[in-house]
């Protein structure tokens, strides 16, 4: 039976017969013996599969068609390895190549490759070692996230992706039709949504809060986790234009509670990727970014800093030579600011409450003072937001003002304002994006290159 080469390295060097499969990365020829390692990425590590003189010998016509990238079949006993790093090696016996990687044509040979150049093969790419680790990273933390809930008591609640209501209020959203649009242009007729597939317009969702507050106000603890959509214009190396979120909400939580919440979560995640990837994040912590595996020790260890926005404020205006932006009370916080705050005044995760209402959502609890609401976002070093959320607004009335006040249509949200019409509780929720967090765990620099086949402006190939 073919076994998975992290499943190999779990067993005793015995001599017992093993069948490997998987792709080249390196081949060896030496006088006497040649070696191959092979890897099925099943772990970061590959095995070396060894053909003394006599196995290279009677397999020599195979060996030379085995370049980097081959698919291929070892057949051979488990022996204990003399190279150092590696408990057992595979002494070959028998050699197929299953699939050729002509080498004029196979962009993965064995040197170092660029990010950005790697982003252009995104179909090979997982075949590298970095690009290995971050699926192997990214699928732990998936599983992670619902074990971290449902160990919880929380309910997985799949919100909808197409929707007719914008959650956030403002603009951003990618257009859902059927409409004929080169038609309609050509007609000069103005566009008539009640002919749309759904009747009006409809978009991508940008996010499930909305949606899953209805499924908390009956099952008290929930959670949903699944793609979002947003449509801004943001060429950085934090946004993507389709991403995922996992979003908890819990009823009868206030912001202390939900801050609780979210810093257990981090730090959970964090321990299960130091524990469960410490291959992968060993390996990120040598090449990628110096530190990491310290970074997320000591991020466990430690509570993290809590400022309200206002003394956040503060102690940027303190030097504001340091800025492009300029501080002032009032300003939406730049990424500059985060770093500043995470980087050079708490070192290490910092969440920022009580925000002036101007610059946050509607759904947001109005604190007593008028001006700031209770939301808190998990700042962290190197990019900045990492969780945005809040105390939900659960007032009716003070709720119906935000909704007139922004301009938006109370029409819209009358589910919405339903829940507060009937059994309203206080509740508290936040959105984690989940390739934030994988920027955080694994130390990758840009977010494109954490998220398999990235969507971002100018940028849907694959
Ligand atoms: P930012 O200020 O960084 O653009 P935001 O305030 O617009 O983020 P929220 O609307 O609060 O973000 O969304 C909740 C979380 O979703 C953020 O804390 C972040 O982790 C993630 N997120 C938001 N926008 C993006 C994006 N374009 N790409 C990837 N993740 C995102
Ligand atoms: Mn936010």
């Known amino acids: 039976m073919r076994l998975t080469i992290k499943e190999l390295f779990e067993l005793p060097p015995d001599g017992r017969s093993v069948i490997v499969k998987g792709w080249i990365r390196t081949k060896r020829e030496t006088k006497s013996a040649v070696f191959l390692e092979v890897n099925d990425g099943s772990r970061m590590g590959n095995i070396q599969c060894v053909f003394d003189e006599a196995a290279a010998a009677s397999s020599a016509a195979e060996i030379a068609r085995a370049g980097t990238g081959a698919s291929v079949r070892v057949e051979g006993s488990l022996v204990a390895s003399p190279a150092s790093g590696q408990k057992v090696e595979v002494k070959a016996l028998s050699f197929e190549v299953i699939g050729e990687a002509p080498a004029d044509g196979y962009p993965l040979q064995k040197k170092a490759h660029s990010m950005e150049f790697l982003r252009e093969i995104a179909h090979l790419r997982p075949r590298t070692n970095t690009f290995g680790a971050v699926a ?161 020790a000591k991020m466990i260890a430690a509570p993290f800093a809590r400022m309200t926005y206002t003394e956040a404020v503060k102690e940027l205006e303190k030097t504001p030579e340091a800025f492009e932006f300029k501080p002032y009370w009032g300003c939406d916080l730049q990424s500059e600011h985060e770093k500043f705050l995470t980087e050079k005044i708490v070192g290490g995760p910092l969440i920022v409450t009580d925000y002036p209402k101007e610059i946050k959502s509607f759904y947001m609890k109005l604190n007593a003072d008028g001006k700031t609401v209770r939301a808190m976002d998990v700042l962290v070093p190197r990019f900045g937001e990492i969780i945005g959320g809040s105390e939900r607004e659960e007032r009716l009335d003070v709720l119906e003002e935000r909704i007139e006040a922004l301009g938006l249509k109370k029409e819209t949200y009358s589910w919405y304002l339903d829940l507060r019409r009937f059994g309203t509780t206080p509740h508290s929720g936040f959105g984690l994006g989940f390739e934030r967090l994988m920027l955080y765990v694994t130390g990758m620099a840009n977010i494109r290159d954490v998220i398999p086949f990235p969507r971002a402006p100018k940028l849907a190939d694959f």
């Not at 996230?145 to 603009?171: K, L, M, W």
């Open 136 to 296: 192997r990273v990214r699928n732990r933390m998936a599983f992670a996230v619902h074990q971290f809930f449902q160990d919880r008591g929380f309910n997985y609640v799949h919100t909808p992706i197409i929707t007719t209501s914008d959650a956030e209020g403002a603009g951003e959203m990618f257009q859902v039709t059927t409409l004929d649009l080169d038609r309609i242009a050509k007609s000069g007729e103005p566009v008539d949504y009640s002919k749309d597939f759904f009747g009006k317009a409809a978009s991508l969702t940008v996010s499930g809060q909305l949606n899953v507050e209805t499924y908390c106000q009956a099952l008290s603890r929930v959670y949903t986790f699944g793609p979002t959509f947003r449509a801004e214009n943001s060429n950085t190396t934090r946004h993507l234009s389709e991403f995922w979120m996992i979003e908890p909400e819990v009823a009868f939580n206030d912001i202390a509670d939900n801050m609780d919440l979210a810093e257990d979560f981090l730090k959970s995640l964090a321990r299960v990727a130091l524990s469960d990837c410490a291959e992968d994040l060993t390996f990120f912590d040598q090449r990628i970014q110096n530190g990491l595996l310290d970074m997320l």
